[in-house]
């Protein structure tokens, strides 16, 4: 049971509850945020007059549909997809589309919550939605991806467009779905919209570093909440929990800025290589081969890999959860602060459960949320917007630059909005603050929306 709100709050969660049963990760994201708004409410009256936290709780769209395709066998398999397209108060719709078997509605409602709150505090003129399918690629052939691919926009579609609602990937949607989703989207409409979609190829819209973006962005993010602590990330161990998309480029940033990555992980186990982590290694057996991360201790004999083992008990001085929703327990968080870990970055979504995050915060260390600390993927997401409305494209270091300063101005925001606010040093309350006042005048400022 989460503790009792505020009194202004808890009738709101309890209808939260109420009006979405079962959705045990969707009331989890809300109420991280409303724990946070008590002091707001007390500031800005009006919000409360307006019922801005009422709507911005329930999404102004929900999309579910079907998704049949065929296997390679001619066996044919029926999918569930969903889009909800959550708050356009700030831009059109944007959020990725994950594909993973424990996908429902649930899970995509509590990343299309929280990523109203990430867009916000981008900046960047963007919305928030989510989408996914419970369809489970692992195994399964180039053709077989393409094929579900195809089947899902030839539904999908007809909720896009750049003003609208623009998807990208997360969890199983890399650059490869994005190439089948685009060339579906192109073919039945005939038009080249590069804007409806982010996370495309370098040669057909895609921008540069969007590909690093999320996981050099969590470092970005690392690295300020040290420097307020008078430290860096130079001769830290890093551990780092997933080893796909975002995983990858946070091991990459994290050993440029002079930090050594110990550990990462699949769903299937860990490997540690206490000489570091041979990135490159890791990129062909992930990017390229699509093969498990256990094939890294087969091709280097000084590492070693720990099958269904618990990667946070491997001591660190930093912690990255870089793979999904409440991979990160009370317990872990437990031994992280017993074995000196410093600081935690979420470049995953909700990676640890609400007794972690309060363990991470009564132990004093430093502790950047997702919705702060992994938004560099979706702000490059509107930078690549930015060059297909321009029909430019600009050079990778000027874009990472980008980057790097708007995680900059992110953990500004978040570390003084928290010393506003009373809770120094709480990048919880300092995110869900700034991405909620924001979006919140702009709604009342719109009227009733
Ligand atoms: P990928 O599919 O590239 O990689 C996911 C990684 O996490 C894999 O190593 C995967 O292991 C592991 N993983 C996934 N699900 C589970 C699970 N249920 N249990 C244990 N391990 C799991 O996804 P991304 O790197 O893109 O996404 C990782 C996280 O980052 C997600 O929380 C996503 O929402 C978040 N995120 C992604 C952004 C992006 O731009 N891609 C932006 C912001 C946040 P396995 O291969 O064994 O499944
Ligand atoms: O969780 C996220 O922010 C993403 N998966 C990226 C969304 C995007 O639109 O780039």
Request: proline share 4%; charged share 25%; hydrophobic share 35%.
């Given at each position: 049971?989460?503790?009792r709100?505020?009194?202004?709050?808890?009738?709101?969660y309890?209808?939260?509850?109420?009006?979405?049963?079962?959705?045990?990760?969707?009331?989890q994201?809300v109420?991280?945020?409303?724990?946070?708004?008590?002091p707001v409410?007390?500031k800005?009256?009006e919000?409360?007059?307006?019922?801005?936290i009422?709507r911005?709780?329930?999404?102004?769209r929900?999309?579910?549909f079907r998704?049949p395709?065929?296997?390679?066998q001619?066996?044919?398999?029926?999918?569930r997809?969903?889009?909800v397209e959550?708050?356009?108060?700030?831009?059109?719709?944007?959020?990725?589309?994950?594909?993973?078997?424990?996908?429902?509605l649930g899970?995509?409602k509590?990343?299309?919550?929280?990523?109203?709150?990430?867009?916000?505090l981008?900046?960047?003129?963007?919305?928030g939605?989510?989408g996914?399918s419970?369809?489970?690629?692992?195994?399964?052939?180039?053709?077989?991806?393409?094929?579900?691919?195809?089947?899902?926009m030839?539904?999908?579609?007809?909720?896009?467009?750049?003003?609208?609602?623009?998807?990208?990937?997360?969890?199983?949607?890399?650059?490869?779905?994005?190439?089948?989703?685009?060339?579906?989207y192109k073919?039945?409409?005939?038009?080249?919209?590069?804007?409806?979609?982010?996370?495309?190829?370098?040669?057909?819209?895609?921008?540069?570093?969007?590909?690093?973006?999320?996981?050099?962005?969590?470092?970005?993010?690392?690295q300020?909440?040290?420097k307020?602590?008078?430290d860096?990330l130079?001769?830290?161990?890093?551990?780092?929990?997933?080893?796909?998309?975002v995983?990858?480029?946070?091991?990459?940033?994290?050993?440029?800025?002079?930090a050594?990555?110990i550990?990462?992980?699949?769903?299937?186990?860990?490997?540690?290589?206490?000489q570091?982590?041979?990135l490159?290694?890791?990129?062909r057996?992930k990017?390229?081969?699509?093969r498990?991360?256990?094939?890294?201790a087969?091709?280097?004999?000084?590492a070693?890999?720990?099958?269904?083992g618990?990667?946070?008990k491997?001591p660190?001085?930093?912690?990255?959860?870089?793979?999904?929703?409440?991979?990160l327990?009370?317990k872990?968080a437990?031994?992280?602060?017993?074995?000196?870990?410093i600081?935690?970055?979420?470049?995953?979504?909700?990676?640890?459960?609400?007794?972690g995050?309060?363990?991470f915060?009564d132990?004093?260390?430093?502790y950047?949320?997702?919705?702060?600390?992994?938004?560099?993927?979706?702000?490059?997401?509107?930078l690549e917007?930015?060059?297909?409305?321009?029909r430019?494209?600009w050079?990778?270091?000027?874009?990472?630059n980008?980057?790097?300063?708007i995680m900059?101005?992110i953990?500004?925001?978040?570390?003084?909005?928290a010393?506003?606010?009373?809770?120094p040093?709480?990048?919880v309350v300092?995110a869900?603050?700034?991405?909620?006042l924001k979006?919140?005048?702009?709604?009342v400022a719109?009227?009733?929306?």
């Amino acid at each position: 049971m989460p503790a009792r709100l505020d009194e202004k709050l808890e009738p709101i969660y309890q209808d939260v509850l109420h009006r979405n049963p079962g959705e045990n990760e969707f009331h989890q994201a809300v109420h991280e945020v409303l724990e946070t708004l008590g002091p707001v409410l007390v500031k800005y009256p009006e919000f409360a007059e307006h019922k801005v936290i009422q709507r911005i709780c329930e999404p102004e769209r929900q999309i579910i549909f079907r998704v049949p395709w065929q296997d390679d066998q001619g066996e044919t398999h029926i999918n569930r997809a969903f889009r909800v397209e959550f708050n356009s108060a700030l831009g059109p719709y944007k959020g990725g589309m994950r594909f993973h078997p424990s996908v429902y509605l649930g899970i995509v409602k509590f990343l299309g919550f929280e990523q109203i709150f990430k867009n916000a505090l981008t900046g960047l003129p963007i919305g928030g939605g989510k989408g996914g399918s419970d369809f489970d690629p692992k195994g399964r052939s180039d053709s077989e991806i393409m094929r579900f691919c195809q089947s899902l926009m030839t539904e999908l579609y007809r909720h896009l467009g750049e003003y609208t609602d623009v998807p990208a990937g997360d969890i199983g949607v890399g650059e490869r779905e994005i190439g089948y989703l685009f060339g579906q989207y192109k073919r039945i409409t005939n038009r080249y919209e590069s804007g409806i979609l982010t996370g495309k190829g370098l040669g057909w819209g895609g921008s540069c570093a969007r590909r690093e973006a999320t996981g050099f962005g969590t470092v970005h993010f690392t690295q300020e909440m040290l420097k307020a602590r008078n430290d860096s990330l130079e001769g830290k161990t890093v551990v780092v929990s997933g080893s796909g998309n975002v995983a990858i480029y946070a091991m990459e940033m994290a050993r440029k800025l002079g930090a050594r990555i110990i550990a990462c992980s699949d769903s299937s186990g860990f490997i540690v290589d206490e000489q570091g982590i041979d990135l490159d290694l890791v990129k062909r057996i992930k990017e390229v081969e699509r093969r498990r991360i256990s094939a890294y201790a087969q091709e280097k004999s000084n590492a070693h890999y720990v099958a269904d083992g618990n990667i946070w008990k491997t001591p660190c001085d930093v912690a990255l959860p870089c793979a999904t929703q409440n991979e990160l327990t009370g317990k872990d968080a437990k031994t992280l602060v017993e074995n000196g870990c410093i600081a935690v970055a979420e470049g995953a979504n909700m990676p640890t459960t609400p007794e972690g995050i309060r363990l991470f915060q009564d132990a004093g260390i430093a502790y950047g949320p997702g919705k702060a600390a992994n938004a560099g993927g979706v702000a490059t997401s509107a930078l690549e917007m930015q060059q297909n409305a321009s029909r430019d494209s600009w050079g990778f270091d000027y874009t990472a630059n980008r980057l790097e300063e708007i995680m900059v101005n992110i953990h500004r925001n978040c570390h003084d909005t928290a010393d506003e606010f009373g809770s120094p040093g709480n990048y919880v309350v300092g995110a869900n603050i700034v991405g909620f006042l924001k979006v919140s005048e702009a709604m009342v400022a719109m009227g009733l929306i």
